[in-house]
């Protein structure tokens, strides 16, 4: 039987229902980020209110590209059902009623939880009229010298059309009357985003910036009588969508597509305050063109994404503990007083570390920093997904440019929402001399590498990492992650060829000890459950076991279910979407899918497989979806030292244990625990390791 028949045999032999919905599971993710907000035993208060603000930006996210994706293909026409067998304009109600569940769920959290819980404390989000005298005078002060000269009131009426309402801007809805004709008009005043969100008046006394200019409107409109006001948000499709047909004007084309976000994109959700004036709510819709149920009416303040504010308190006694990461022991054995010689240490082993209970500082960052400083390393190739400006990693790469090295930087500008971003950095590095690639037609440069090409005694030496993460000091204290440091020479040619496909445009598609994806990954992956299947028939060790982001791929789903209906044990640890269904009986009643949140994004892609007892492990950069598979450059490196598979090995084990917090996946339901059976809280993974990296500063 051929390929093709047996996928097609397979395919035949599973259920038609056998995946959840993508959009769908998301939203049950995000349910479970405002868990995080309503856990008074393990959340601290103010990480309680990010954990509002975090699902605020995620459902922003959400609008701006899956919502408006869906959008697009219903005004397309596109007729085609989903998963669930559902027509995209009845998904897209779906969604929107849900999401209406979810945002009443946070307003609840915030009005009637977390901000009396704040104010119990003395963290106050304040009202004009609960503000002293004396800080009434300072935020006049403040108004006339600092937000007035910022402010553009836009009137709308015959000679004034209504104004463009730029996405997740927050607005002032004014409506106005003309004390002489006695006409009622309407105007808009955004709030300036320059500006902080939330004033600071003193320490745990915060005032919305929109408070100060409804209080001050007569000045803004001077000689009309002010009916009312209120706040709104309108949020627009913002994915970004650029023809790639030329690679030398991808540059030019994705700024025009920038300047283009900034205009003419269609609204997908309006947010308004709850007792909005009716007559101004009418008009919003009809301006904005937009549906009665694309409309959410919410307590104030709207956009919770302020509350990232109050994480500037003082009050640590209400944040997660100060963690201070450690450098790895593997390198802290070459530190002395001055940082580890990282080319030393490589040489004597691999290093796999875990951010951010390893520090990336003296790690990964210190490990390009000392290539750039190092007279003997004749070149850098590094890939750069999001990173920032002031990055640095990128200083380290712009000094050894400018130090005569060979440097090469593959930077993907379409990193999505840090397009404009990446250009401004991407062109300071060429500035620099650095050579710059934009990527592969058609294709995101997704995965994490460095190569750093070094003179010895005894010849040349390659050094690389291969990382699950961006290179991003900031987030690299935010995203737990995964990478490996290492002089073999079998990776580190791999590393080299890759490079050189990316940069030289090669056809390469073979690697010893790395999958690559458009390639190789999926194909990879689906010979690895084979071979578990085949070891489960043999009666060897078998088992799988995968962490990742989100998983919606078919094809590797289906080759799952074939192994849970072999036998084969598979435990699936996902943060985000996860399309697949376990515990179906005659299906996947030996896939186990859990999810786990805490204070550090779980972001790291890991793959292990038993191996009929000879364990094949890897790390990358790919998540399970058709993106990453099918559109994106993505890396996945094998490990091998005994060390690292234990690690890896323990963590699942730690991850899956009954003792730990975690949401567990049955079928089309997520469950949480977060106590035993008698009551007992369960252990905060991430504080276990936390623990665990304390330990072995202690040892030291």
């Keep these: 039987m051929s390929e093709t028949a047996t996928e097609r045999h397979d395919e035949a032999s599973l259920p038609a229902d056998r995946y959840l919905d993508r959009e769908l599971s998301w939203l049950a993710f995000n349910d479970r980020v405002l868990d995080q907000a309503k856990d008074k035993l393990r959340v601290p208060l103010i990480e309680r209110a990010k954990f509002l603000a975090i699902f605020s930006s995620n459902l922003d996210e959400f609008f701006m590209v899956r919502v408006a994706g869906l959008k697009r293909r219903i005004a ?26 979810l945002v009443q769920q946070q307003s609840r959290v915030f009005q009637d939880d977390v901000r009396p819980a704040l104010r119990a404390e003395g963290i106050e989000i304040l009202k004009w009229d609960e503000l002293t005298a004396t800080e009434k005078d300072s935020m006049r002060a403040l108004f006339a010298e600092r937000i007035f000269p910022v402010l553009t009131p836009l009137a709308v009426d015959p000679s004034h059309p209504f104004p463009y309402i730029s996405g997740l801007s927050l607005n002032l809805a004014v409506l106005l009357r003309n004390p002489t004709t006695g006409a009622r008009q309407f105007a808009r005043v955004k709030v300036p985003p320059v500006l902080s969100r939330f004033i600071r008046l003193a320490e745990g ?9 409804s209080r001050h409107l007569r000045q803004l409109f001077t000689g009309m009588q002010v009916l009312s006001h209120t706040t709104f948000r309108v949020t627009r499709n913002e994915d970004i969508e650029v023809e790639e047909d030329d690679a030398e004007n991808l540059l030019f084309a994705l700024e025009k597509e920038l300047l283009r976000r900034k205009v003419g994109r269609p609204p997908v959700r309006l947010e308004v305050e709850e007792d909005i004036d009716q007559q101004m709510l009418d008009t919003l819709i009809s301006e904005l063109d937009i549906k009665a149920n694309e409309v959410y009416r919410l307590p104030a303040p709207l956009d919770l994404t302020g509350l990232f504010a109050l994480g500037d308190s003082r009050r640590e006694d209400l944040k997660y503990p100060n963690f201070l990461p450690i450098t790895h022991p593997d390198l802290a054995e070459v530190e002395s007083a001055s940082p580890a010689d990282m080319f030393k240490a490589l040489k004597l082993r691999d290093v796999l570390v875990q951010h951010p209970y390893d520090s990336f500082a003296t790690s990964v960052q210190r490990f390009i920093e000392q290539a750039a400083a190092d007279p003997a390393v004749l070149a850098i190739k590094q890939t750069l997904y999001r990173t920032s400006g002031d990055s640095p990693i990128v200083d380290a790469l712009i000094d050894a440019a400018e130090m005569g090295k060979q440097v090469l930087a593959i930077v993907e500008i379409k990193a999505r929402f840090d397009e404009q971003n990446n250009i401004g950095w991407a062109r300071k590095l060429e500035k620099a001399g650095v050579h710059v690639v934009y990527g592969m037609l058609g294709l995101k440069t997704h995965c994490k590498l460095a190569l750093v090409v070094r003179e010895e005694g005894d010849g040349l030496r390659r050094y690389a990492h291969i990382g699950t993460g961006n290179y991003n000091p ?26 050189n496909h990316l940069s030289g445009m090669t056809q390469e598609t073979h690697y010893r000890r790395l999958l690559v994806a458009p390639h190789g990954i999926r194909k990879g992956l689906l010979s690895y459950i084979d071979g578990e299947i085949a070891n489960h028939r043999r009666g060897l060790p078998s088992g799988i076991k995968i962490k990742v982001n989100s998983i919606v791929d078919e094809a590797v789903i289906d080759g799952l279910y074939r192994a849970s209906q072999a036998g084969v044990p598979v435990d699936m640890w996902v943060r985000g979407i996860c399309t697949i269904r376990p515990g179906v009986p005659g299906l996947s009643e030996n896939i186990r899918v859990r999810s786990i949140l805490g204070r550090f994004l779980e972001h790291s892609r890991i793959y292990s497989f038993v191996g009929g007892g000879r364990p094949i492990v890897g790390i990358g ?23 690292h598979l234990l690690q890896v090995e323990e963590l699942f084990d730690m991850a899956f244990s009954p003792d730990v917090v975690h949401w567990e996946l049955n079928d089309d339901t997520w469950t949480v625990h977060t106590t035993d059976a008698a009551g007992k809280p369960l252990i905060d993974l991430q504080e276990w390791l936390i623990q665990l990296t304390a330990a072995r500063r202690a040892t030291r």
Excluded: C, W
Excluded at 478 to 488: A, N, W
Excluded at 621 to 643: C, F, K, Q, W, Y
């Design 474 to 499: 900031k987030t690299a204290r935010q995203y737990e992650d995964m990478g490996l440091l290492t002089s073999h020479p079998i990776i580190t040619d791999d590393v080299a060829r890759l490079f």
């Design 621 to 643: 950069s790919a998540d399970l979806m058709h993106r990453n598979l099918d559109r994106r450059v993505e890396a996945i490196v094998g490990l091998t030292n005994p060390a």
């Design 205 to 213: 006394r915060y005032l919305p910036l929109e408070e100060i200019i």
């Design 76 to 101: 397309a026409g596109v007729a085609v059902p989903t998963v669930l067998g559902k027509m995209p304009g009845e998904l897209h109600d779906e969604l929107l009623e849900r999401v209406g569940r």
